[in-house]
């Protein structure tokens, strides 16, 4: 089976790994150019993110599309700011808009604070919840040949219908994330891809046995993906070297904010498996680093492989052994990183897989 590639794009430059922003930092030309880079680089799509106090996704993705002919966009995007029937028209008519290049990666928040930013006071159990219904709804809007009417628990409406459908059928690809009970049982009713952090090769083949059980149960397959973020270099020696400044670097910017290495709790299900991985080892299975999320408490995607071109993408391979097909890298120096992994990890990781059997069933 191929692969794809996902990278990520942001309206400024997201190498600090704090995201915190000096005021102006907006850049457009730094997000066109970054877009540009990824589509040169044989890059299927770019993820673009969320924050409760950041530029509007779907607005950037809008803009990516048009200053690019193939690349996809990945729009991250939380239930319950928006009612279903709306959401379902802006993605339709971004994907009308792009030709059929948008997909959904749905995040139902694991942080109280960043929900409640925007008004949101539900309980994760409540927001994941929400989020079923929500996306059941999507998918059935997408595809729905006639208005319908809809009374659940969290959404009411009367003859919510989309009447230009996506470009891509049966409807827009939706991702979806999240380690907690809640999200594997909702990712396996709604998902098409269900995404991973890069976590070691036992845990991803124990959560990707849990997410293919809950599909099961509702007479579905599933897709997976894999974030992580690529430290290449010419020699493995080199690229080890690498990993160590980014290590420095990193606690170099948490000091000038008045912050030592994590210690704490960690923010959600996903970032408590990365942290249990890190407590194992540094380095753990062929080239899995740890030393980031270790030290900023395994927020979001900071564990990385590192070496080579050759030598992480037969890591990669790995992963696509166990069902994963779509690879999501970014890199800690996103510009340069992205044209590095399209000259040097893409184009191995495709030939490696064109010849490689499709095994992608181990359990």
């Given at each position: 089976?191929?692969?794809s590639?996902?990278?990520?794009?942001?309206?400024?430059n997201p190498?600090?790994l704090?995201l915190r922003?000096e005021p102006?930092?907006f850049?457009?030309?730094?997000?066109?150019?970054?877009?540009l880079?990824?589509?040169?680089g044989?890059?299927d799509?770019?993820?673009?993110g969320?924050g409760?106090?950041q530029?509007?996704g779907?607005h950037?993705?809008t803009?990516?599309?048009?200053?690019?002919?193939?690349?996809g966009?990945m729009?991250a995007h939380?239930p319950?700011f928006?009612?279903?029937?709306?959401?379902?028209?802006?993605?339709?008519t971004i994907?009308?808009l792009s030709?059929g290049?948008?997909?959904?990666h749905i995040i139902?928040g694991a942080d109280?604070?960043?929900?409640q930013r925007?008004?949101?006071?539900l309980?994760?159990d409540?927001r994941?919840?929400?989020t079923?219904?929500?996306?059941?709804?999507l998918?059935?809007?997408w595809t729905a040949?006639?208005?319908?009417?809809h009374?659940?628990?969290?959404y009411?409406f009367n003859g919510?219908?989309v009447s230009e459908?996506?470009v891509?059928k049966p409807h827009?690809?939706?991702?979806?994330g999240?380690?907690?009970?809640?999200?594997?049982?909702?990712?396996?009713?709604h998902a098409?891809?269900?995404a991973?952090f890069?976590e070691?090769?036992e845990?991803?083949r124990?959560?990707i046995a849990r997410?293919?059980?809950?599909?099961?149960?509702?007479?579905?397959?599933?897709?997976?993906?894999?974030?992580l973020?690529?430290?290449?270099?010419?020699?493995?020696?080199?690229a080890w070297?690498?990993?160590?400044a980014?290590l420095e670097?990193t606690r170099?910017e948490?000091k000038?904010?008045?912050l030592?290495?994590?210690?704490?709790?960690?923010?959600s299900e996903?970032s408590?498996r990365?942290?249990?991985a890190?407590?194992q080892g540094?380095?753990?299975?062929?080239?899995?680093?740890?030393?980031?999320?270790?030290?900023t408490?395994?927020?979001?995607n900071?564990t990385a492989?590192?070496?080579?071109?050759?030598?992480?993408?037969?890591a990669?391979?790995d992963?696509y052994?166990l069902?994963?097909t779509?690879?999501l890298i970014?890199?800690?120096?996103?510009l340069e990183d992205?044209?590095?992994?399209?000259?040097?990890?893409i184009?191995l990781?495709h030939?490696?897989?064109?010849?490689?059997?499709?095994r992608g069933?181990?359990?």
């Open positions: 089976m191929p692969v590639f996902t990278g990520l794009v942001a309206h400024r190498a600090n704090t922003a102006g930092a850049d457009t030309g730094y997000l066109k150019q970054l877009a880079v990824h589509e040169a044989g890059f799509r770019v993820l673009i969320y409760s106090t530029p509007d779907l950037l993705g803009y990516v599309t048009a200053v690019t002919e193939k690349l966009v729009l939380r319950g928006v009612a279903p029937t709306l959401a379902a028209r802006t993605l339709a994907d009308q030709g290049r948008a997909s959904v139902s109280d604070v960043e929900q925007d008004g949101d006071f309980n994760k409540e994941y919840a929400r079923d219904e929500y996306v059941g709804l998918r059935q809007l040949d006639k208005p319908f009417d009374a659940g628990k969290y009411r919510g219908f459908k996506p891509q827009i690809p939706v991702f979806f999240g380690s907690s009970d809640a999200a594997i049982e909702a990712a396996g009713r098409d891809i269900y991973l890069g070691t090769l845990q991803s124990e959560k997410v293919r059980a809950a599909a099961a149960r509702h007479g579905r397959n599933i897709e997976f993906s894999l974030s973020r690529p430290i290449l270099a010419k020699t493995e020696d080199l070297q690498r990993a160590e980014i670097r170099a948490r000038g904010l008045g030592s290495d994590f210690s704490g709790l960690p923010g996903g408590a990365l942290l249990d890190a407590a540094e380095r753990l299975d062929k080239r899995l680093w740890t030393g980031v999320a270790r030290v408490g395994a927020q979001g900071t492989l590192v070496g080579t071109g050759a030598q992480v993408a037969d990669l391979l992963y052994d069902g994963v779509t690879f970014r890199g800690f120096d996103p992205a044209i590095q992994y399209g000259e040097e990890l184009p990781v030939e490696a897989v064109a010849n490689r059997p499709a069933i181990a359990a």
